[in-house]
């Protein structure tokens, strides 16, 4: 991401899914459980979501946060990460909506934060 790391890892065309729902922070997608058995272990959708879920981000924040202008800089790019990795393609933003997000506004620099964010990390 914009911390110089990758999200997840893909080896051989098959991609780190249990990482990916974490992320998106809703479990796995029925979908994925009615295709991959894995995804029909219910421990693995609750590991998905939930706490297992914001301490990935708050990992992820913890590396943006000194290449970001301002703390709330930082809360407006996770918050904006989240909505880009939803894995509900119903849910997900285009690219349009994307590129609308107050995050690609943003210019407070100082710690105050002029943008109402919620804090995210």
């Known amino acids: 991401m914009t911390g110089g790391t990758y ?24 979908s994925w459980k009615r295709q991959y058995e894995w995804g ?6 609750t590991e998905a979501q939930g706490e297992p879920s914001a301490a990935m981000w708050a990992e992820h924040c913890k590396l943006m946060k000194p290449l970001c202008a301002s703390d709330a800089d930082a809360d407006a790019l996770i918050a904006m990460l989240q909505h880009i990795f939803t894995l509900d393609l119903a849910e997900r933003p285009n690219a349009a909506d994307v590129l609308k997000d107050p995050w690609f506004t943003f210019t407070d620099i100082g710690e105050t934060g002029s943008m109402d964010t919620q804090e995210t990390c």
């Open 40 to 45: 029909r272990d219910p421990e693995l959708d």
């Open 7 to 30: 999200p997840y890892d893909a080896a051989d065309g098959d991609a780190d899914f249990i990482t990916m729902a974490r992320l998106s922070g809703r479990g796995i997608p029925d």
